[in-house]
């Protein structure tokens, strides 16, 4: 398998747009790839690839990252998804998008300890400790 260029779907998807323009005013296919040629200074081989490429990109647009072409030596099996063209295979990769995190239920909320949240006694001192006078109060004896 050798990689022949990719695509990112950024650019394919302008592609995909200039073609969809240029075929709702009428032009014919080589209009087209002649206009996305200039437009995104391709020419040769690497513009025949970006033209089929628009079209695998059509197919599939949800969560898109490139599409990669590539040829295929003997042996060799196809990868899932691809598209051939001619002699080369174009291979739509996608996006590994996290699965939606589930809703956490309506009565219960938040972080913190089960029975509804601050430890009693009021507010949390100093991290670094008790102050001067917090050491005066606690060291006074109460006069019995």
């Keep these: 398998m050798k990689a022949v260029t990719e695509f990112h779907s950024l650019t394919l998807m302008k592609g ?4 969809t323009a240029l075929t709702s005013e009428g ?11 200039e ?6 081989e690497k513009l025949t ?3 089929n490429a628009i079209d695998v990109a059509g197919t599939n647009q949800q969560n898109l990252k490139r599409v990669v072409v590539m040829r295929l030596t003997d042996g060799e099996i ?5 598209t051939k063209v001619e002699e080369l295979y174009y291979v739509p990769e996608f996006l590994n998008l996290a699965p ?23 507010p949390k001192g ?16 109460p006069a019995n």
């Design 16 to 19: 995909l747009q200039a073609k």
């Design 49 to 51: 690839c970006f033209f």
């Design 39 to 44: 437009t995104f200074k391709l020419e040769g």
């Design 126 to 141: 100093s991290p670094w400790g008790l102050s001067p006078e917090e050491k005066a109060a606690k060291n006074k004896k």
């Design 100 to 122: 939606p995190k589930p809703q956490a239920e309506a009565g219960k909320g938040g972080k913190g300890r089960q029975g509804g949240g601050k430890k009693p006694g009021g």
């Design 78 to 82: 196809a990868p899932i998804k691809s």
């Design 27 to 37: 032009k014919t296919p080589e209009e087209i790839q002649a206009s996305l040629g």
